[in-house]
């Protein structure tokens, strides 16, 4: 299926949204609840799976769909935005976290993109939202993501998104790069995927860095943040008061140390 050809700007820096600019009947598909504002002839529509499929696929192709998100720990449901009237309207879709979002356009690199579970935004129609299987064991085991990642195929626009500063790499045939686990975001379809051990005691009990790096091999195009939400989740959540119920201090100018007064 042909994907719909649509326009679309960025906004901000950091809290990015994107704005995907319809023509008559054209249709874009979001993650539930991914939506900040629409054009008031742009007509929402919840679906099974992200509606790429030709509808003689029938009931059981919608639940296969689904049942893909499901695999990747996304919402059973999807959601597309096709726009009813007749003349150009416009959706806009919001990041979730701070960080960038990635239009990437999969007809210039082979008509597939892996990326990580949670990392896809929207897309135009007849893109296809799957899953891809990573069959070693060492990189499902240690790989950051678990044997699931997110696989989307077609020739039309996506929209991906990370957390802090986003660079590309385009590695030649044999070129190797080693990355954090969890700062990988995405890759094109003829990068070679694998996970290497750090090595050293020394290096694995007290370097920081994990025991694992993920080592891709070109050829092809890599995407890497700076800031995983899950490291970002872990300091904050360091951070956080252990008492949450008892916040009398915060504010004061003694701060905790009033507390011991008011025994």
């Not at 096709?82 to 008509?111: M, Q």
């Not at 990355?179 to 370097?207: P, Q, R, W």
Request: hydrophobic share 40%; net charge negative; glycine share 14%.
């Amino acid at each position: 299926m042909k994907s719909h050809d649509v326009d679309f700007q960025l906004y901000g820096n950091d809290m990015q949204f994107v704005e995907i600019e319809l023509d008559p009947k054209e249709t874009v598909i979001a993650e539930a609840g991914a939506m900040m504002m629409m054009d008031q002839n742009i007509e929402m529509e919840t679906i099974f799976g992200d509606g790429s499929k030709k509808s003689s696929s029938g009931l059981f192709g919608a639940l296969g769909g689904a049942a893909k998100r499901v695999l990747t720990g996304e919402s059973l449901f999807m959601t597309a935005f096709t726009n009813a009237g007749n003349n150009k309207e416009r959706v806009s879709f919001a990041s979730p976290y701070p960080g960038k979002i990635i239009p990437v356009d999969l007809s210039l690199v082979g008509g597939k993109l892996i990326c990580q579970k949670d990392a896809f935004l929207c897309a135009a129609k007849g893109v296809s939202v799957g899953i891809d299987f990573r069959k070693k064991l060492s990189v499902g085991f240690f790989g950051g993501e678990g044997f699931i990642l997110q696989k989307l195929e077609g020739d039309g626009l996506c929209f991906i998104h990370a957390g802090g500063t986003i660079v590309k790499k385009e590695l030649i045939p044999g070129q190797k790069l080693k990355v954090d686990t969890g700062c990988l975001v995405a890759m094109s379809k003829d990068i070679h995927y694998d996970i290497e051990f750090v090595g050293g005691i020394k290096n694995t009990l007290f370097g920081g860095e994990g025991i694992f790096f993920a080592t891709l091999t070109g050829p092809g195009d890599v995407w890497i943040q700076s800031l995983p939400f899950s490291r970002l989740a872990s300091k904050v959540f360091a951070s956080a008061p252990q008492n949450y119920g008892d916040q009398r201090g915060e504010g004061s100018i003694l701060g905790s140390f009033g507390n011991m007064f008011e025994k």
